[in-house]
């Protein structure tokens, strides 16, 4: 398992770039670093100039669409951009620890509602599958815990490539997958463990019922509207061609207002903002789906709670990277709003958090984990191992303090619920969620 220092999550702050007011075309709005090398000239660079000539400026957010996830030139679409060689690394990367404990989270929710027959763990952007691959071991460990109850698991992946990778690690293919691009549900296999497994372009093909959502730097990915404040009012970001350097983008202002400024607060008092349409909608449909068949949503990301201003960024080989350069060959991602979240769930179920990763991990048990694993293992490599991959997920300086956990759960469940009453009680009483509180088992 890797152990390199994840750059997503890079030592710049994009908060201290400046922001210049200014009317549509002609003036410059900075976000990102210096422009760079060679070879910048890329095929999805082509294909956006050539519709903003066609067309005209667009937004941030259709930008972050078109060079994410462009079915035919998006930078998720058809590579591996995780680990070592890639471009960034994530906590699961890192440690086979951190989904441990994500695996016990979920055994703990499913005890404390009632350990229903069955459930669906649901993962949005999952990757290389390395998260639910660690969670299915601990399933498997705690086999005795879980025997009756039927699970199944569904993975929302726009990216074909990763799909692959996740069939990979996750089925070793033993029995064939079956196939079926034209289809909502675009494969389906059965895990090593022997768990059936589906794999699905967005939410709202995956099947309704009893389910714990997971989401772990998956809204970061999600397209944002920018807006700037100005004299006149807000005022939206867009991208535009450079009229000065040839192949070249620049940010430019929208004369008058634009449909995504509904999205901003009435009371909102920074200066320059970002709002993502797209995590309200999901969110909305998590809430929706939670209140009325139960389970739960545990969301992890790097973010904030609707303090931030200028976040959007790039990465690309582990370093930052100026986000109109070379589109399609960098990661983009901007902060996640956790105030937004929250308030996108509409009060249809509770939210908790966002806490720190550092006290999610440390209330889940790290210290116990790790001190286990170190017990059992005396190859010094691995040891060692070990110890970096705790420093780099609780390190305050490093992951600790940058990754926020929150969650969205059944009113009940805060509440007390039918399942949470024990004999000596006229009443039912709300047991603790772990990672926001200690973990204990009932
Ligand atoms: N959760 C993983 C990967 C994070 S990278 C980890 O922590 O290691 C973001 C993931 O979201 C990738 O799997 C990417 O292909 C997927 N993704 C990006 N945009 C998406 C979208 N709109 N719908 C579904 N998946 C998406």
Redesign the pocket.
């Known amino acids: 398992m890797s152990a390199l220092v994840r750059c997503r999550v890079g030592p710049l702050c994009a908060a201290a770039r400046t922001v210049i007011p200014s009317v549509w075309r002609g003036k410059y709005f900075s976000s990102g670093n210096e422009p760079a090398e060679n070879n910048t000239v890329t095929p999805m660079l082509r294909h956006l100039m050539y519709k903003i000539k066609s067309t005209g400026p667009i937004t941030v957010a259709e930008y972050m669409?078109e060079v994410?996830?462009n079915p035919a030139k998006g930078y998720?679409?058809y590579r591996d951009?995780?680990g070592e060689k890639g471009d960034?690394?994530?906590?699961?990367?890192i440690s086979q620890i951190f989904g441990e404990l994500l695996g016990i989270w979920f055994i703990s929710e499913w005890m404390a509602t009632g350990k229903s027959v069955a459930f669906q763990l649901v993962?949005?952007?999952?990757?290389?599958g390395?998260?639910v691959g660690d969670i299915l071991r601990v399933f498997s460990q705690l086999g005795s815990v879980l025997k009756n109850c039927d699970i199944s698991i569904h993975l929302?992946?726009?990216?074909q490539?990763?799909?692959e990778i996740?069939a990979l690690t996750l089925t070793e293919e033993k029995v064939p997958l079956e196939r079926n691009a034209g289809s909502p549900v675009y494969m389906k296999g059965v895990t090593k463990s022997g768990i059936p497994i589906s794999w699905y372009?967005?939410?709202q093909d995956v099947p309704k019922g009893y389910s714990f959502y997971?989401?772990?730097?998956?809204f970061?990915?999600?397209p944002v509207h920018k807006f700037q404040k100005t004299p006149q009012g807000w005022r939206e970001v867009f991208i535009d061609v450079d009229p000065q350097v040839s192949d070249k983008l620049r940010f430019v202002l929208a004369p008058g207002a634009t449909p995504a400024a509904a999205f901003i607060q009435h009371d909102e008092t920074r200066d320059h903002v970002e709002v993502c349409p797209?995590a309200g909608i999901i969110i909305q449909e998590l809430s929706q789906r939670i209140a009325l068949t139960g389970g739960a949503a545990l969301i992890?990301d790097y973010g904030h709670d609707g303090t931030k201003t200028d976040t959007f960024r790039g990465f690309c080989g582990h370093k930052l990277h100026d986000v109109l350069i070379a589109p399609g060959t960098a990661?983009l991602t901007a902060d996640v709003d956790f105030s937004y979240l929250r308030r996108m769930a509409q009060g249809k179920v509770a939210s908790l958090g966002p806490v720190k990763q550092h006290t999610f991990l440390k209330n889940m048990g790290i210290d116990v984990r790790l001190k286990v694993l170190l017990d059992k293992s005396d190859d010094p490599s691995m040891r060692q191992q070990l110890l970096h991959g705790y420093d780099m997920l609780m390190n305050p300086e490093k992951m600790g303090e940058r990754f926020n956990f929150f969650a969205l759960l059944p009113h009940q469940r805060l509440h007390g619920g039918k399942h949470q009453m024990n004999a000596c009680q006229s009443k039912p009483s709300a047991l603790p969620v772990a990672g926001f509180s200690e973990l204990v088992w009932q």
Do not use: N, W
């Open positions: 669409k994410l996830t998720y679409v951009m995780l960034f690394i994530t906590s699961p990367e993962e949005l952007g999952p990757g290389r390395t998260l929302v992946e726009v990216s490539k990763l799909s996740q372009r967005g939410l997971l989401a772990h730097e998956f970061d990915v999600l797209d992890a990661d």
